[in-house]
């Protein structure tokens, strides 16, 4: 399995936070995620975990 199969999408992510894929959309907009670890071949924004995880620690308002 490549490096980049483990790479999440807006969906794993928004699963991981427990909010829906749109909301996590929005923060990208809003400037309030990280930058994306890389784009795909679609040029999709994907991340990996760890980047998530340690944003997510850290958010405002974070449950």
């Given at each position: 399995m490549?490096?980049?199969a483990n790479l999440w999408?807006?969906?794993e992510i928004a699963r991981h936070i427990n909010v829906q894929p749109e909301t996590v959309r929005t923060y990208r907009r809003h400037g309030l995620l990280p930058e994306p670890d890389?784009?795909?071949a679609?040029?999709?924004p994907r991340w990996y975990p760890d980047t998530i995880r340690a944003w997510a620690r850290r958010r405002p308002g974070r449950r």
């Open positions: 490549s490096r980049s999408s807006y969906t890389l784009l795909d679609a040029g999709h």
